[in-house]
């Protein structure tokens, strides 16, 4: 009898475990691969509409320029509003607080009344 009877199995099971972790080293690389890919296209899609909007910005600059009756965008805007720090904070000095009777101990057997 051998003398480790799961050694075979281990090898077996170590084996298994390192074809998994090929196999999920070349997904991982792949989605890593797709992923640049995604982003480069993204980068250039922004990059093509910052020039159209900075071109568009431009004509409009342009068209301003051309036009100094017409009004401008800060003519619209309104100013932000300054606020007033509150007076004061609600209610004043506290009332004075009478103190309650303490209840006096009963002598000769008596009871309590009862309310």
Known sequence: MPE???EEMGKEFKRA?????RIMREQVERAREQMH?????????MQR???EFEEMM??????FELHPDWPRPEDFMSHPKRRR???????GE???VKPKPKPKPLVDGAEAPID
Not at 17 to 21: D, I, K
Not at 58 to 63: G, I, L, V
Request: glycine share 2%; hydrophobic share 35%.
């Open 94 to 96: 506290p009332a004075p």
């Open 85 to 91: 720090p509150r007076r004061r904070p609600p209610g």
């Open 17 to 21: 475990m390192e074809e998994h972790a």
């Open 49 to 51: 509409a910052r020039t």
């Open 58 to 63: 431009a004509t409009a600059r342009k068209q």
């Open 4 to 6: 480790n009877p799961f």
């Open 37 to 45: 890919a995604a982003m480069e296209q993204a980068r250039v899609d």
